[in-house]
């Protein structure tokens, strides 16, 4: 009996040692290769553009004068309105100074004694009475005694306020009746038969501009209408706050339209560049920069770039790309550096 129990769990055990001496099962499975990600790409091509700068200005008359009084008297007689056109030579205002008028009664009186004392002394001369040294006096005292009239009635003329040109009365500065300084404002004068624009430019760009040059001048007032323009001058030194050069344009038709005071853009369409342009989505900025994902080798690669502005339809990228390059329009937002990358057809 104890033989059976002996053999009875030598028999049990078995089984079991033989459970623990097989090898252990692996589940490993072999790494698989990555998925190239499919992206769509754009080929880079070489294009000459034309690339727009906006300035802002001024619309400005052509001629502007402020009549101003020729001496200390009374404003007494403003003869226009604001807003009415004057003609050249037209009188527009009067001024009267008492101390004018006496000094100019004085000159007449003087003048009048002058003549009368030259006119006897030329006949008693012809007697021979006097000396020829007398008549010379009399003939002196003639002359100092014109001059001296002929500039009473410049000044008494001169209180008489006249448009220098045909325009408008843009501004009265004073009324009738005031007491006015010299040189004191009175009213101001322009000439809108041909306005011209003045426009700020900045000095690193001023190098390029000339006499001569064309712009385009869009009038937002007149529901941004086109007007084409020539440059006239250019600024010949720089304003020391904006460090910008003023320049300016002559409209060649359509003048009558524009008014003093209205804000206008200038584009100058000169500026030509080569480079590539893209979408200005494609262009991304990090910390170290801007660039584009291409493809290279099958792999997305990051391209530093260098823009030089916008154009028309995009960035204009000046260096960092190369004809035929591979530059990445989809598919961005699922790739890094280095990410293989299948492209697909469009």
Known sequence: MKRLLKYGWFGLLL??????EQPALNFKHKPQPPQPVPVCV???????????TAYVGNVEAAKSTLLTAPYPGT??????????????????AETFSQSVDSRYDAAVATLKRARDTYR?????HKTGSISDAKMVEAETALHQA??????????????????PFDGVVDEIMADDGVELAFGQPVMRILDLSNVEIRFPVPEKEIGRWRTGDSVYIVIPALDDRLFQACVTTTGLSASTVSHTY???ARLSDSAALLKPGMVCKVYDRRLTDSGFVLPAELVERDAQGTYVWVVESGRARKRAVRTAGFSGSGILIREGLRTGDDVITDG????SEGSIVEIKAL
């Open 15 to 20: 089984p079991l040692s033989a459970c623990t």
């Open 42 to 52: 754009l080929v880079a091509e070489p294009t000459a553009v034309v690339r727009q």
């Open 75 to 92: 404003l007494k007689n403003i003869r226009v309105r604001e807003g009415e056109r004057v003609a050249a030579e037209q009188t527009v």
């Open 120 to 124: 006897r002394a030329k006949q008693v």
């Open 146 to 163: 014109e001059a001296l009239e002929k500039a009473a009635a410049q000044a008494r003329q001169d209180g008489r306020l006249k448009a």
């Open 246 to 248: 003023i320049c300016t």
């Open 332 to 335: 961005r937002r699922k790739i």
